[in-house]
């Protein structure tokens, strides 16, 4: 299934806090765009800690 993670790329620094956080290590910054990219949806715990680090408010877990 897809579209767990939803990341506005207009919002996104691409600071790198998000990636830090994410415990299942599904979430990366683009080479190049500097934009962060999820992985492998399936393994995400929903638990939203990445919405929670996220200081732009870029990311939704639906
Ligand atoms: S909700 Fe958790 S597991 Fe899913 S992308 Fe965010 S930090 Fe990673
Ligand atoms: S924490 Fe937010 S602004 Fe920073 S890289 Fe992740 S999505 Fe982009």
Redesign the pocket.
């Known amino acids: 299934m897809s579209g767990?993670?939803i990341i506005d790329e207009k919002l996104c620094t691409g600071c790198g806090k998000?990636v830090k956080?994410?415990?299942?290590k599904?979430?990366y910054l683009e080479p190049g765009t500097n934009k962060c990219k999820?992985t492998d949806e399936t393994?995400?715990?929903?638990?939203?800690?990445?919405?929670w680090?996220c200081p732009a408010g870029a990311?939704r877990?639906q």
Do not use: Q, Y
């Open positions: 767990i993670v998000c956080m994410c415990p299942k599904i979430l999820v393994k995400c715990d929903r638990l939203g800690g990445c919405v680090a990311i877990i």
